[in-house]
Every structure is written in C-alpha cells, then in structure tokens.
T-cell receptor, first 115, second 111 residues
C-alpha cells in the first residue's frame, strides 16, 4: 500500500455540482492536511486536522467543507465552486502535526477542473 | 508573515551538468524541507534540515542550511533526465505550526 492515496485523481465538475475528494493514509499518522496548488503559486494550506480535530482553517471559503471521520481518512466536500477553484488539491499526513517539525508525506493529488 | 523565495524560477541544464537551487526565507528557519514534484503529481520528500550548517545528501542531491538559518541551497551533481521536475522548499513558519512553501523551481534536463 502506498503511504497516502487520493481519489479521484481527476475531477471535472460544474459550478452547481456537489462532489467530494477522498484521502487515506496508511502510515499511522495523527495529522492530516489539505493543500491547494494553483499554477505558479506556492502551495496554500487549507485545513489541518490533528487527532481528528480541526486545528487550522486558513480562511478558506465555506464552499469547501472538510471532514475527518478518523485519523486515517480525510475528505474535502465541494459545492457551488467557482472556475478559479480549479487547481491540484493535495493531501498530506504527518506523525504528530500541530507545532511539530514532523515531515509531511503527500498524496498524488486530485486535479480539479471547475467549468 | 514569513515567505520563502526560490531561485531560479526555472532552469534548463544539459544532462551531466551540475546545478544549484536556492531557497531564502524572510525570517529565521526552524526546519527546512526539500521536496520534488513531478508535473501534476504529489510531492516526494527529499530531506529535512534543522541545524545551521547542516548538510544532507540523497543520491546525487545535496542540501545545506546556512549558518544564519535563513537560506538553504540544493545542489544536484551530474544531472540526469530523472532529476527533472519541480523542486519546492518548505519551512515551519515562525508564527505557528503552519508549513509554508516556496513557489518552486522547475528543472528541465536535456538529454
């Protein structure tokens, strides 16, 4: 099993659709992260969960809704997105998270296109 | 807020040549990470540096954190096509536990 998996790898959706991105980590880590990567811009941290509790919400619009049912799974629910939300969405996990210098391990990402 | 600036933004080198990528922080670094990203895919962890002057190597890639802990350089020796991709530096921000990233350096290696 690879460390961090993400599904789907590619997603095309209309602005009125509702979809969800899924992330699963097989590393026994306690923290999980969602990042957005747009063309030629630095990675933007969106959400951080540590021990299934959200510890960071980096001023993300409410059309993005995260869910962390357990320490191995992380979801990002999407609704009424805008074309500028098109990007590569990356999930990561780390052993401790929250004020630690733990290395984050990334999934392959979901390429999202909003029409 | 802390920022990481990478240079150059992109780089084209002939196979076999050496190259260096730099990452400069606007504030003191507490942990500097180097990642490699293949186009449109996730980040692959290369190495982490914490102490000023620390140097680490991963195959033909060497990274160093300077003494004042505000800059890191990544050096590739005898580049190969497999080295092509985007190299990103990341650091734990001084304001908290949030990891910030540079915009990346796109490396192209000509065979």
């Amino acid at each position: 099993e690879t460390g961090v998996t993400q599904t789907p790898r590619h997603l095309v959706m209309g602005m009125t659709n509702k979809k969800s991105l899924k992330c699963e980590q097989h590393l026994g880590h306690n923290a999980m992260y969602w990042y957005k990567q747009s063309a030629k811009k630095p990675l933007e941290l969106m959400f951080v969960y540590s021990l299934e509790e959200r510890v960071e919400n980096n001023s993300v619009p409410s059309r993005f809704s995260p869910e962390c049912p357990n320490s191995s799974h992380l979801f990002l629910h999407l609704h009424t997105l805008q074309p500028e939300d098109s990007a590569l969405y990356l999930c990561a996990s780390s052993q401790r998270g929250h004020a630690s210098t733990d290395t984050q391990y990334f999934g392959p990402g979901t390429r999202l296109t909003v029409l | 807020s802390q920022e990481l600036e990478q240079s150059p933004q992109s780089l084209i080198v002939q196979e076999g040549k050496n190259l260096t990528i730099n990452c400069t922080s606007s504030k003191t670094l507490y942990g500097l990470y180097w990642y490699k990203q293949k186009y449109g895919e996730g980040l692959i962890f290369l190495m982490m540096l914490q102490k000023g002057g620390e140097e680490k190597s991963h195959e033909k890639i060497t990274a160093k954190l300077d003494e004042k802990k505000q800059q890191s350089s990544l050096h590739i020796t005898a580049s190969q096509p497999s080295h092509a991709g985007i190299y990103l530096c990341g650091a734990l921000s001084t304001g908290g536990f949030k990891t910030i990233f540079g915009a990346g350096t796109r490396l192209f290696v000509k065979a």
